[in-house]
């Protein structure tokens, strides 16, 4: 079946501080893949997302690309605010896959002055 | 442009009582979906509707469980009797065609059961 595997949280940095947060994935087709946040007491939004191998998304200093050799979509930002502090899930979905997203467990991210 | 609306926020109920959630999807959305979210995981389908038909609804409990998306528009979820280990949060989204793989959430709604 299709699954996505995210690292684990929280995870907590020093404003402005590089960030990373991996997501692997495997999937039965050629899938597209994205990062939606969650904010405390918000629903999902989405951040950014790639359709295909080699695709970068970017959104708000955020970028992810799409790697089908290590079949991964590790998120990126260079440097964090604490207004970053949220959930962020990892997720893809198939082609003919009848628009299911199949979501990863989410990682919280704490950013501290 | 407005998004996905739902309502009530949270919802606190005893056992075995009845609850209902509603969403209204953005302005011009054919596909519309139900998710669950158990807390610390990620969303999971529940129902998928193509204006007004469900087209995925295999991994809705049919026999608590139960959508209706009257008019290829707003759409409501219900649980009869609730159980206290649906509490959760239950999320709508929506998105422009079938083909269109983005999706937009609604806020969820928060469901308790005591």
Redesign the interface.
Known sequence: GNS?TQMEGPVTLSEEAFLTINCTYTATGYP?L?W?VQYP??????LL?A?KADDKGSNKGFEATYRKETTSFHLEKGSVQVSDSAVY?C?L?L?GG????T????TQLKVEL | EAG?V?SPRYKIIEKKQPVAFWCNPISGHN?L?WYLQNL??????LI?YENEEA??DSQLPKDRFSAERLKGVDSTLKIQPAELGDSAVY?C?S?LL??E????????TRLTVL
Do not use: C, M, W
Request: proline share 4%.
């Open positions: 996505v597209s994205f939606y007491g918000e629903g999902l939004q989405l997302k359709t899930f997720a979905i082609t009848g628009n299911k997203l979501f990863g467990t989410g | 996905v739902q596909t979906y610390g995981q990620g969303p999971e389908l998928r087209v995925d999320l989204a998105s079938a083909g793989h983005t999706q937009y959430f609604g806020p969820g």
